[in-house]
Nanobody, 120 residues
Framework: QVQLVESGGGLVQPGGSLRLSCAASGSIFRVNYMGWYRQAPGKERVLVAIINSGGSTNYLHSVKGRFTISRDNAENTVYLQMNSLKPEDTTVYYC??????????????WGKGTLVTVSS
């Protein structure tokens, strides 16, 4: 059984910063790519940032230069450092990872989401 648990969401003023964390746990053999998505009410879930096992990254255009994704392979944890936050960044953020367990080939896993609210 593999689980992703997010933390770090909350309320922040415009221009402020937050750091999201997502830890994968369970019978993990290998974690391949890890990423963060966000989904506003009534809209599709969109990729915010992604990082592969080698450290290569890719970002949604609107967050480039403000958000940084990183990972700790030893801890199977991915982070999203969000700086210069804007009200339009307000929404629920979801962690996603492609994980091979000891009994199951690679599967996509999702966290339950963490709410980020940017407001004065």
């Amino acid at each position: 059984q593999v689980q992703l648990v997010e933390s770090g969401g909350g309320l922040v003023q415009p221009g402020g910063s937050l750091r999201l964390s997502c830890a994968a746990s369970g019978s993990i053999f290998r974690v391949n790519y890890m990423g963060w998505y966000r989904q506003a009410p009534g809209k599709e879930r969109v990729l915010v940032a992604i990082i592969n096992s080698g450290g290569s990254t890719n970002y949604l255009h609107s967050v480039k230069g403000r958000f940084t994704i990183s990972r700790d392979n030893a801890e199977n944890t991915v982070y999203l450092q969000m700086n210069s936050l804007k009200p339009e960044d307000t929404t629920v953020y979801y962690c996603n990872a492609a994980i091979e367990s000891w009994s199951v080939a690679e599967m996509d896993y999702w966290g339950k989401g963490t709410l980020v609210t940017v407001s004065s």
